[in-house]
């Protein structure tokens, strides 16, 4: 449309009209805003709430099979892990990462006592080093050591490359 001003001898566009780059200058005049976590919650409960919670408090917040399994009453290998994950947390120094405890339970609820800890879970060939974060609450380990390798499709058409040997 400026052309057709042009053409018709309409006085041009004032100067005054703002650069379109003085706005991103003036933004950065600003301060940067600090960035704010999202607080976790489970259930409507903080994470620090579930950490103080007891066991039967904590049954009552997780869903119908974990509660099912909890009721029946926590068997002796689940306690073991747990102890070996808080030895292996304690262990560690401030800022670093523990120790990966391997365990086959992969049938193990994830409660928030395990926040933080790495836990080696074996798919059936190998362990898997699972860092535990609080969105895995309520979660079965097994749902993040995958037991199988996807497949990558070759190109369509190359059914049996086989190159025999001379």
């Known amino acids: 449309f400026w052309l057709k ?21 003036n933004m950065a005049d600003e301060q940067p805003k ?3 976590f999202k607080k976790y919650s489970y259930r409507g409960v ?10 039967q408090d904590l049954m009552e917040l997780f869903r119908s099979r974990q509660r099912r399994k909890f ?8 306690i ?24 086959h339970l992969r049938n193990m609820s994830i409660v928030p006592e395990m926040i ?10 190998s362990f898997i080093n699972v860092e535990v974060k609080p969105e ?3 979660h079965y380990l097994g749902e993040f050591s995958i037991t ?14 086989f190159v025999p040997l001379k």
Do not use: W
């Open 34 to 36: 600090k960035r704010t």
């Open 46 to 55: 903080d994470l620090d709430k579930l950490l103080d919670m007891s066991n």
């Open 136 to 138: 895995m609450i309520g």
């Open 5 to 25: 001003d042009q053409i018709s001898g309409a006085p041009p566009l004032s100067t005054s009209v703002a650069c379109p780059f003085a706005l991103f200058f």
């Open 116 to 125: 933080g800890s790495v836990v080696g879970v074996y798919n059936g060939k």
């Open 71 to 78: 009721s029946r009453g926590i068997k002796r290998a689940p």
């Open 148 to 161: 199988y390798k996807p497949i990558k499709h070759g190109r369509a058409g190359m059914k049996g490359a």
């Open 80 to 103: 073991t892990l747990l102890k070996k994950l808080r030895k292996a947390k304690r262990e560690t120094a401030y800022g670093e990462k523990p120790v990966a405890v391997k365990t």
